[in-house]
């Protein structure tokens, strides 16, 4: 009878292992902890999406919650702070694309029997800040781009391939705020004290 209960024991704890699945990654916030606020001199920001994010592949940023658009809008929301008397931001979005790109496997013996990284998860952000100040006839135009990109091996999950998303998304938000923080901070009188 033990014998009979140990090859059943072993397929069990096998099955089981196969189907467990690892916790869903948490979604890509951007908040006031991790971003602060920059008090600009304008009264308003107004964020234009010039963005068609394409719904075929490579592409699957239309499959992501928040949308990447929707996220870099979400951070200059909360970054870029009108806190002047007259004058507009305006924050155009001109590329939020998420990008997942199957890689070439190697062949042989030995790399069939190795966990090779199967795709490439791309990241890229762009837009132009542009400053209109009325008031003594300032202007200014800041073009922002951050990219990140990692690769993912064959046996990932979805949960997985998700997570890496999420960290591609992280780090070109997080590009996009140095960036940004480092250009208004060369121009004269746009960041108020």
Sequence with gaps: MRVTALPILCLALLLSA???TSAPPPKVTVSSD??????LNARRLEIIENWQMPIEAPYIGHL????????VAEWASNVLTPAGGSGELILDISRASVTKVKL???V???NSLSDQQDSKIKVEFEAQLMWLQPVGGAQAM???????????????????VQRAVNECLQVAIAGL???ARA???TLDNIVLP
């Design 183 to 185: 250009e208004l901070a």
């Design 142 to 160: 800041i073009k922002l781009s951050s990219s990140h990109s990692m690769t993912i091996p064959e046996s990932s999950s979805a949960n997985d």
């Design 108 to 110: 042989g013996l030995a």
């Design 34 to 39: 991790a971003f602060s606020s920059v008090p």
């Design 64 to 71: 992501q919650q928040p949308l990447p658009s929707s996220l």
């Design 18 to 20: 196969c189907m467990a």
């Design 177 to 179: 705020d140095s960036q």
């Design 104 to 106: 070439a496997k190697e």
